[in-house]
């Protein structure tokens, strides 16, 4: 198949998933074509099969704010007719799926029939979309897409109950390589941070007040007083600089680090003992599986989607939103010596559940299904 891949090219989880994806997708011997204003973050290596086509945005002085959306429609419209798509599919519905949707229109006035795919992820279902501004045209954009997919069941169930969405809605869920995202041989690493063998806690996040940094480092803080523990703390964001000043008033800075934003997190999570994700709001929880992979239990939140990877008692706990308390009790369980290494373990085996090899034959089936269901509808 020749596929178009719309996303956003940056560290959010999205965008991650859109780019392993098509580079899965390449790796089976498709063509995939990534259309975004700049090349996405892990499209990082040449392949015969992967191709990316940048919008230009250009600025007239009439615009106060650039119409990415037009120009993104144009470039979809370019790629599938001197490509020869097959399918489009948008990741993220705020703009891809509206964007999307004026490419196919105008690309059927030139007889040229594209069916279009939309993932949705999480906030532009939960957050970003249902804001009065969007949401007409969220839901219009949804409704005339040619197959919907979500990445948890709770997702699928948050988009019927906000929005007026009368289509079916297939939950594929996220997905991981566990090539690349497995325990490494780092104990060096483990060494320089945790000198004394303090047992050591990870969180990583965009550092936006949904993900509750504060109460990571509340917990840790509670934690702390019990056992010697240090925390590490991936990522930037708007919440960073609030973030440090706690972090001072508590006392805690010796034994907390902020690493910034990290490409090889998978280094980190191979030392972890704990991995913290006590979101608001989560649709799936991508970070929490790349955890997993590399053998760390979670401790996270029952928000969204989370509980459908993060198996209560087994993979982790699933705490409410909020709850320093239970999670400090929570946290010292897994991170006792004699549970420590079951979670451990059973972390692992989930995550093995959601290996790539597992979720993109479902990406494709439902690509043949959502194409022949097109061509014979516009006969």
Known sequence: MKIGIVCYPTFGGSGVVATELGKALAKEGNEVHFITYRQPTRLDFFSANLFYHEVDIKSYPLFEHAPYELALASKMVNVVKYENLDLLHVHYAIPHASAAYMAKQILKEEGIQIPVVTTLHGTDITLVGKDPTYEPVVTFSINQSDGVTAVSESLKEDTYKLFKVFKDIEVIPN??????????????FKLAICPNGEKLMVHTSNFRKVKRVEDVIQVFFEVRKVIPVKLLLVGDGPERDKMERLCRSLGTCDDIRFLGKLEAVEEVLSVADLFLMPSEKESFGLAALEAMA???PILSSNAGGIPELNIDGETGYVCEVGDVADMTQKALRILSDENLPGFKLRALERAKTFDVSKILPLYENFYKKTIE???????
């Open 175 to 188: 997905f991981i390589d566990l090539e690349r995202f497995k325990k490494q041989k780092k104990e060096h």
């Open 294 to 296: 590399c053998e760390v």
């Open 373 to 379: 269901r097109t061509l014979s509808l516009s006969k």
